[in-house]
């Protein structure tokens, strides 16, 4: 190889490597926002999820209370006309 040759890989690889380097880097860094931002993302689903289920769970809850109530006061004027 000529040296005309070695001074355009020299050149080359002085041009390339910060590059390569950089683009790895940025790479690197925009990948690990991603997955942070995913992560944010999922929690807070995982937030909105678990207060609809709260919710439903509440209004639930209600709906027993109400149909047990009603159970108590029929059983309540059974026992008061036998």
Do not use: D, H, Y
Request: aromatic residues 4%; hydrophobic residues 50%; without cysteine.
């Amino acid at each position: 190889m000529g040296f005309s040759n070695k001074i355009k890989v020299i050149s080359l690889i002085i041009v390339l490597l910060p590059l390569i380097i950089a683009t790895t880097v940025i790479t690197l860094l925009a990948r690990s926002e991603l997955f942070t931002e995913a992560e944010a993302r999922l929690i807070a689903v995982r937030e909105i999820k678990e207060r609809n289920i709260a919710a439903m769970l509440n209004e639930f809850s209600a709906g027993l209370e109400v149909a047990i109530s009603s159970v108590s006061q029929l059983t309540t004027l059974q026992q008061t006309t036998n």
